[in-house]
């Protein structure tokens, strides 16, 4: 089991950048590097969907095509921390975004991983 917290979060203007971090408090036997973790998003009314991920050694990430060249994911496992660094920021990527862990898939679906965090909320303003 892992406990993730998501923050980095906040109020933007569109064309900028924002860093969001994840940071993981793991209380399995488990080190970090063996979770694949992804970032989704959800804005109200919608369903969550899928930002991106990375594997738990970070040699293979993966992108919604909607953030691919903009966003950016990253990871640290000596620190438990995992990062999306979020450039050329648009209206439409407002949303709340979560980060999630897997030990046992590397997905962009959602039912995929066991583990989620609180959330922190994006605001992009035109």
């Known amino acids: 089991q892992v406990d993730l917290a998501e923050s980095g979060g906040g109020l933007v203007q569109a064309a900028g950048s924002l860093r969001l971090s994840c940071s993981a408090s793991?209380?399995?036997?488990?080190?970090?590097?063996?979770?694949?973790v992804a970032w989704f998003r959800q804005t109200p009314g919608k369903e969550r969907e899928f930002v991106a991920l990375?594997?738990?050694?970070?040699?293979?990430?993966s992108y919604a095509d909607s953030v691919k060249g903009r966003f950016t994911i990253s990871r640290d496992n000596a620190k438990n921390a995992v990062y999306l660094q979020m450039n050329g920021l648009k209206p439409e990527d407002t949303a709340v975004y979560y980060c999630?862990?897997?030990?046992?898939?590397?997905?962009?679906?959602?039912?995929?991983?066991?583990?989620w965090g609180q959330g922190t909320q994006v605001t992009v303003s035109s």
């Open positions: 990375i594997s738990g050694g970070g040699g293979s990430t």
């Open positions: 793991i209380t399995s036997g488990l080190t970090f590097r063996s979770y694949a």
């Open positions: 999630a862990a897997s030990s046992y898939y590397i997905s962009s679906r959602e039912s995929a991983y066991e583990n």
